[in-house]
């Protein structure tokens, strides 16, 4: 203050708008590198990756930062090394706007006794399902009844509830189930779909669908209904898909059907890159860095990608 004190009026004026016009230039000039460390996906849980400070498993996870959202998709497959993977990767899941959790296979979810731990009111999406981790219940009309039976044979005394209720590990959890394609955040969607394939027959899974200028920013868990079907139920979001990132569930499939999809995805898709991780299997990875060539985006344990 005292160097103003003795400082001629019109120079402190001067002085006090070249300071103002300075902090704005300053200001302009960090946004654009704010915005680039914004808009990317960390890989948080998989079984392949190059760091040696983390811990592989099987399983899936990520942290999707797009326009200023957080997202956690998927908590892997084991509550303590997705604990360790997350601090080594300095993340802090307190700070989440909102959790999405693909389906409900424990190599996906059960890191959410941890995540709940640190982070209980966090809103997370799952798929709607009647019965299992996520299930909202079923109405008692599900099974048929007998009123000639006794009360102590018939299911609660003959009187049942409206509605069963299902159980899950989390009751305390704050889960909002996803049955349509869903606009959750401006621009953010979540797909859903359900496998038809034998072995995973009625299985529901939610894709993440972040819409852009130039297209879809897809994050999908197993892909359990196929990426094909995936990238069908997307087409209501945008009719291109920019890059895909997550599992392809090719792990069995044979080479024919690896050569196909790698193939389609680039050329009947017209996806612009991809980012396999996951259960897409070790011939797929092959296939698809063949197929995509310099577009291919190696995305194993504790990669940070950049998102368009």
Not at 23 to 30: F, P
Not at 46 to 62: E, H, I, R, V
Not at 117 to 141: A, C, D, M, Q
Request: net charge neutral; charged share 20%; with cysteine.
């Amino acid at each position: 203050m005292w160097c103003f004190a003795t400082t001629p009026k019109g120079t402190l004026v001067r002085l006090l708008q070249f300071l103002r016009l300075a902090g704005c230039v300053l200001l302009l000039g960090a946004a654009p590198a704010t915005a680039q460390t914004t808009n990317r996906i960390t890989i948080l849980y998989d079984a392949f990756g190059k760091s040696k400070n983390l811990t592989k498993d099987w399983g899936f996870a990520a942290l999707v930062e797009y326009g200023g959202k957080r997202i956690l998709f998927d908590t892997g497959n084991n509550a303590d090394i997705f604990a360790r993977n997350v601090a080594a990767l300095g993340v802090d899941l307190k700070k989440l706007d909102f959790v999405v959790i693909s389906h409900r296979h424990a190599d996906h979810t059960s890191g959410l006794s941890f995540l709940l731990s640190i982070n209980p009111n966090v809103t997370i999406y799952t798929p709607e399902e009647p019965f299992g981790v996520f299930g909202k219940g079923v109405p008692n009309s599900f099974y048929r009844k007998d009123e000639s039976l006794t009360e102590e044979m018939r299911y609660f005394d003959g009187k049942p509830p409206e509605t069963l209720s299902a159980g899950t590990p989390w009751p305390k959890a704050h889960f909002v189930p996803v049955s349509t394609t869903t606009e959750i955040s401006p621009g953010i969607f979540l797909v859903p779909t359900t496998s038809q394939v034998p072995g995973t027959l009625e299985m529901r899974e939610l894709s993440l669908a972040i819409k852009t200028a130039k297209g879809v920013i897809l994050v999908d868990g197993c892909s359990h209904a196929g990426v094909e079907k995936i990238l069908e139920a997307v087409l209501v979001v945008d009719p291109h898909v920019r890059v895909l990132f997550g599992g392809l569930h090719l792990i069995k499939a044979p080479d024919p059907e690896v050569e196909r999809i790698a193939l389609a995805l680039r050329d009947q898709w017209k996806l612009d890159s991809i980012g396999p991780g996951h259960c897409t299997g070790e011939p797929e990875f092959a296939a698809l860095k063949k197929t995509f060539a310099d577009r291919y985006i190696y995305a194993g344990l504790g990669t940070v990608v950049s998102l368009p």
